[in-house]
């Protein structure tokens, strides 16, 4: 895998209005949020990506989320189809962007009722794991993989438990090396892979992006970082605090392809 491109959309000052699960962190703090978001793109544009950064859509709070409207595979994108009513226009957003890159063949969806966030899909090289969560059902799983499978990748389901999105607890590093947290440490999909397991008062570390040999990894959790390090990948890291008051994590900012 090598990445050329990212995608990324600013966050709005409605960012703080975001969808969350932990109100108890209080409520994202705009220009810091801000400047997290632009250290995001220069640690991106370290590991040799094209970053296009998108403006921001005040009435979409949860819209510098792009990961999750879009799918990118080597093959092609998947619009998809946003699981949270608040956020399913999204996908109408970042439609034009994808088609700059991508002829009308290339540009498959996911539709009602069928809903897909692309926070729950996981690439391992030609194989996409893709969580069964509160935003992701069984139809939006079935069309995602008939695509895949028409331009010859595969795709498996995973049921979720706990977490909002599959990558929120398991991501992938390349080489064989995944990152695993909570529920996903005794997954049997996983059980081939080289698991590094995530303590879990650093959970929201395992939310860690691959970026071309690089490992992009949240401020502010050691033990991860030193794990990632001790695979022998070279670190940046970003603080996504200010994403974290609304569930949000490295990869949920960015579609890389
Ligand atoms: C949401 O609940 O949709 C946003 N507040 C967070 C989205 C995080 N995205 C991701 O994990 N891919």
């Given at each position: ?170 991501n ?7 990152l ?27 939310n860690c992006i ?5 490992v992009?990894v ?32 490295l ?7």
């Amino acid at each position: 895998t090598k990445f050329t491109n990212v995608i990324v959309r600013k966050p709005g000052k409605s960012l703080c209005n975001g969808i969350t699960s932990a109100p108890e962190l209080g409520q994202p703090i705009y220009e810091r949020a801000v400047e997290e978001h632009d250290d995001y793109i220069a640690a991106l544009k370290q590991c040799g990506v094209e970053v296009t950064e998108l403006p921001a859509l005040e009435e979409y709070p949860d819209s510098c989320f792009v990961e999750d409207p879009a799918v990118i595979t080597r093959c092609g994108a998947i619009i998809t189809n946003p699981g949270a009513d608040s956020r399913n226009g999204e996908k109408d957003e970042i439609e034009p962007t994808i088609r700059q890159f991508f002829d009308d063949e290339h540009v498959k969806h996911i539709v009602a009722p069928g809903t897909l966030d692309g926070g729950d899909v996981m690439m391992v090289g030609d194989h996409f794991y893709v969580g069964r969560s509160a935003r992701t059902n069984e139809e939006g799983i079935r069309q995602f993989i008939e695509i895949l499978e028409g331009w010859g990748l595969e795709g498996s389901e995973v049921p979720l438990e706990e977490v909002l999105h599959l990558k929120t607890g398991v991501n992938y590093l390349e080489d064989g090396n995944m990152l695993v947290s909570g529920e996903f440490i005794e997954k049997p999909d996983f059980a081939q892979y080289n698991k590094v397991v995530v303590p879990e008062d650093e959970a929201y570390g395992a939310n860690c992006i691959w970026v071309n040999g690089t490992v992009i990894v949240p401020e502010g959790y050691p033990t991860v970082l030193k794990a990632v390090q001790d695979l022998g990948y070279k670190t940046l890291v970003v603080d996504t605090s200010e994403y974290r008051k609304v569930d949000g994590g490295l990869s949920c900012l960015s579609l890389r392809f």
